[in-house]
C-alpha cells in the first residue's frame, strides 16, 4: 500500500516539478525509443492529480488527470508493468486513452523512486498496436528507469550544491576606509574546491584564498570545513590560523593523498604592511603603482602534506597606489604562459585594478575553464 503524504512529500522534496526539459533525461527518452522502437515514451511524475512529464517523445501533451493514467497502476507495484493489448484487457478496455485519443493498445512503465525509495512516477512507453516485452527487455526498460531516478536525484544534489558554494562565498566584502576590496570565484562544476574570505577586525584586514586539489562536491565540502575553521577564535594569528588548519586536514584527510594550497593574510590598514602565510599556493603578487610585480613567495608546504615543516612568516609593504592580487591556479589555464604579466597588465589597462576580478571571472566562463578560478583584489589608493 502506497503511503501517498510521503510519497507527495519525496516528489515536493526533488523540486522537479514544472521544471524546464533536461537533455539528460531526454537523451534517456530518447534512446528508450530507438531500443524498444516505440511512438510513444515518456519520463512521468505523478502529482497529487496531475501526471506531469518531465521528458516525452511522440505524446506532445506536457500533463494528464493522473486519475486515468496507466502510470497510477504502475506505482502502485514495485515491478514493471506490461499491458500487451489493453483493447483486450477488461481492466483497461473502457480507459479513455484506449477508447479514444492516441488509441492505446501497448503499455509498459516501470516506478521512478526517489532517494527515500518512493515512487514519485514512471519511465514508459506506449504503442497503438498491440506487442510484446521478453524477460530481457523488461530488464532494459528497469535499467533505463534506474538510470532516470539517478539523473532526476542528481539534480536535487546540484541544488543542494549550489548552497554549499553560495556559503564558501562571502556574502559582503569589506571596503575599509583607503582601500578596495574585490573577489570572485567560477567554479568549473556546480561547486568550487577554491575558496575566498575577506573579513575587517578593527584595523585588520584577514584575506584568505584556498584551493583544494581536485574540484566537485567533495573538494567543495573539504573548503567548506576549511573556511569554516578558519573563521573560528578570529584573534589567532595567521601563523597560528594556518598551523592549526594543517593539523585537522592532516588527521581528517592525510590519507586521502588531498592537499589544500593556501594563502591568508593579514593588512594593517593603518600602515599598509601585510603579514602573510603562503602554504605551496605561490599565486600571489603585488602588482606596484608603477606597473612592477613583486612575487609572494611561498612560505611552506600545501597543508595536510604530513610534513613536520612549520610554515613561516612573511611580510611585505602596500604602498599607496599598490594592489595586493591572489589567484587560485585555474587562472594559469586561461592566460597565455610566456607572458602571463604582459596579458594580465593589459587586462588592468583596460578594466583597471578593480574591473581585473570580473574580467577573469568572464573569461573563466566563456572559456569553459577546466578548474576552479578565484581571484582576489585589495587595491590601496593613491
Same mark, same amino acid.
Given at each position: ?20 526539459? @533536461? ?5 534517456? +527518452?530518447? %534512446? $528508450? =525509443? /530507438? ?7 515518456? #519520463? ?98 528497469? @535499467? ?5 531516478? +539517478?539523473? %532526476? $536525484? =542528481? /539534480? ?7 548552497? #554549499? ?105 593603518? +600602515? ?111
Amino acid at each position: 500500500m502506497v503511503d501517498e503524504d510521503r510519497r507527495q512529500r519525496a516528489l515536493d522534496a526533488l523540486n522537479i516539478l514544472d521544471t524546464p526539459p @533536461d537533455e539528460r533525461v531526454d537523451r534517456i +527518452t530518447r %534512446l $528508450a =525509443q /530507438q531500443i524498444f522502437g516505440v511512438p510513444m515514451v515518456s #519520463v512521468n511524475l505523478l502529482d497529487r492529480d496531475r501526471q506531469w512529464r518531465k521528458s516525452e517523445v511522440g505524446i506532445g501533451v506536457k500533463e494528464v488527470p493522473r486519475a486515468d493514467g496507466f502510470c497510477e497502476a504502475t506505482i502502485q507495484q514495485t515491478g514493471t508493468l506490461v499491458i500487451e493489448d489493453a483493447a483486450q484487457d477488461p481492466s483497461w478496455a473502457s480507459n479513455p486513452f484506449v477508447l479514444g485519443d492516441p488509441h492505446l493498445r501497448f503499455y509498459a512503465g516501470h516506478p521512478l523512486q526517489a532517494p527515500g525509495g518512493e515512487h514519485v512516477g514512471t519511465l514508459c512507453m506506449l504503442d497503438t498496436e498491440p506487442r510484446q516485452l521478453g524477460e530481457h527487455e523488461r530488464e532494459v526498460l528497469a @535499467d533505463l528507469a534506474f538510470w532516470v531516478q +539517478t539523473e %532526476l $536525484a =542528481q /539534480q536535487q544534489e546540484l541544488d543542494h550544491a549550489a548552497i #554549499v558554494q553560495r556559503a564558501l562565498n562571502p556574502r559582503d566584502l569589506p571596503q575599509p576606509s583607503g582601500f578596495t576590496v574585490t573577489a570572485g570565484s567560477a567554479p568549473a562544476g556546480s561547486v568550487s574546491g577554491d575558496f575566498h574570505d575577506v573579513v575587517l577586525q578593527g584595523d585588520t584586514l584577514r584575506i584568505t584564498l584556498a584551493d583544494v586539489m581536485g574540484k566537485g562536491t567533495g573538494a567543495g565540502i573539504i573548503a567548506s570545513a576549511v573556511r569554516a575553521s578558519m573563521r573560528t577564535a578570529p584573534d589567532r594569528s595567521v601563523l597560528e590560523t594556518v598551523a592549526e588548519v594543517d593539523a585537522l586536514l592532516e588527521h581528517d584527510i592525510g590519507d586521502l593523498n588531498m592537499f589544500v594550497t593556501m594563502f591568508c593574510a593579514e593588512l594593517n590598514t593603518t +600602515t599598509g604592511q601585510i603579514s602573510y602565510v603562503d602554504g605551496g599556493h605561490s599565486l600571489s603578487f603585488i602588482y606596484r603603482a608603477d606597473g612592477t610585480w613583486e612575487h609572494l613567495s611561498s612560505t611552506g608546504l600545501p597543508l595536510a602534506m604530513g610534513m613536520d615543516e612549520p610554515h613561516e612568516l612573511g611580510t611585505v609593504q602596500l604602498h599607496p597606489g599598490d594592489a595586493l592580487m591572489c589567484c587560485s591556479d585555474g587562472l594559469l589555464d586561461l592566460l597565455d604562459l610566456e607572458d602571463p604579466f604582459g596579458q594580465v597588465g593589459e587586462i588592468l589597462d583596460v578594466s583597471g585594478v578593480d574591473g581585473a576580478v570580473q574580467e577573469a571571472l568572464r573569461w573563466a566562463v566563456r572559456g569553459k575553464a577546466p578548474d576552479d578560478v578565484t581571484v582576489v583584489v585589495v587595491r590601496r589608493e593613491a
